[in-house]
């Protein structure tokens, strides 16, 4: 048994934050149906590596979803998603605020339809403010959440990240706020709109930047790969040249990790005994450890590492993870028979649960692989479905 095998989701969000929460959903057992345009898709379906023209993105986003090509901007196509709506638990929308009403499908219309929905607005920066109505992306939330400013090296320029960060951190928030709706549902019986910016949840994840802010008029700065809160945290290079990463976020490990590179006596210090302390004496500190690391190979220094129960830990890339028996253990992996490719690989649900496990049933599918099965479950006679495909309103 799945957890979430009675809820039916509509995904007609593009890209990544909303389509990530739908993929949550539909991962422990939620029926979604993704919607797309006919005749442009998601356009997620053409971002990052693919395999004779097939997103391999796409095929982990869109996992455990069936497809409907149907063109909401469409009068006939609105009502496909009144039909829906009238029959589902959660809608996930990232349009811009203001195209919903345009479109006759206004929350509150869709609601007095189903007071049981939980209609999800992912959008750039939520549904009010001077700048709700701009498009709005991952990076843009990366770069007005303080990230970017307090990423890189000290005298560098700010770093954005090379992945959708912000996408996927807001999706996981969404997921998250879904299931906070569909809780409340359970005492109130009724649903209720859900409004998320995706400039929000990253800035959560920063920490208390501004309560340090108004506090002490503090304003975090870059410090490459150390930490502003604890020393020593620092990527180091092994004597046959691989790197690894370590932190001591815990004072007990700062003492073991110090004590282990032959400097017990920097722990004798009184300025040892908090981060703080630590961090204003991080070049001492981070110099002992480089040369103590620097002297031996990798698998010395985490063997002896382990020894003394600090933490450290091989800087990874794919190639490394793919054969990492740690990963392989969780199962963290899972390779699912494709009718396009034959076969992928995609990581696998991101959490195990003992009695309603998650799984990835199928890879995402072509663009209204299943527009005809959702159609007819709406009642669509076969004549009706022609005519929608012949106006252009399904693919």
Do not use: C
């Not at 048994?1 to 890209?15: E, G, K, W």
């Not at 356009?43 to 979803?65: E, F, I, M, Q, T």
């Not at 793919?322 to 253990?329: G, I, S, T």
């Amino acid at each position: 048994m799945t957890s979430l095998a009675d809820l039916r989701v509509i995904d007609a969000a593009t890209l990544f934050a909303g389509p990530s929460a739908a993929m949550m959903l539909g991962d422990f057992g939620a029926d979604v149906i993704k919607i797309e345009h006919p005749r442009r898709g998601d356009p997620s379906r053409g971002h990052g590596a693919s395999v004779d023209g097939v997103g391999l993105w796409w095929k982990s986003l869109s996992r455990n979803k069936r497809a409907a090509a149907i063109d909401l901007s469409h009068p006939e196509g609105q009502e496909i998603l009144r039909r829906l709506a009238a029959r589902s638990d959660v809608l996930v929308e990232n349009f811009r605020p203001g195209t919903l009403e345009r479109w006759n499908l206004d929350p509150k219309d869709l609601l007095e339809l189903n007071p049981r929905l939980i209609v999800a607005r992912m959008t750039g920066f939520g549904q009010s403010g001077p700048m709700a109505r701009r498009p709005g992306f991952g990076t843009l939330a990366e770069a007005m959440s303080g990230f970017a400013a307090m990423t890189g090296e000290p005298e560098g320029p700010p770093t954005l990240p090379p992945l959708a960060l912000a996408d996927g951190i807001a999706g996981l928030a969404m997921s998250y706020a879904i299931m906070v709706a569909l809780h409340a549902r359970e005492r109130t019986g009724r649903g209720q709109v859900v409004d998320m910016a995706i400039i929000e949840p990253i800035l959560g994840l920063l920490g208390p930047q501004m309560s340090a802010y108004k506090a002490l008029g503090a304003v975090p700065r870059r410090t490459g790969n150390r930490s502003s809160s604890n020393a020593p945290r620092n990527t180091y290079r092994t004597r046959d040249g691989r790197w690894l990463a370590v932190s001591t976020s815990a004072q007990a490990v700062a003492e073991r990790v110090v004590t282990l590179v032959g400097r017990s006596d920097l722990v004798e210090q009184p300025w040892f005994s908090s981060g703080a302390g630590r961090v204003a004496h991080v070049d001492e500190l981070d110099e002992a450890v480089a040369i103590w690391i620097a002297a031996r190979d990798a698998d010395e220094v985490i063997a002896r590492f382990e020894e003394a129960q600090a933490a450290v830990a091989p800087i990874y890339d794919v190639r490394d993870i793919a054969r990492d028996p740690q990963y392989a253990a969780l199962g963290t992996f899972v390779e699912l028979p494709d009718e396009e490719l034959g076969a992928v690989t995609m990581q696998n649900v991101l959490f195990r649960l003992s009695d309603t496990p998650g799984e990835v049933r199928w890879p995402g599918r072509p663009l209204g692989h299943d527009t005809d099965e959702v159609l007819e479950e709406l009642a669509y006679g076969a004549e009706g479905i022609a005519g929608l495909r012949e106006q252009g309103v399904i693919a």
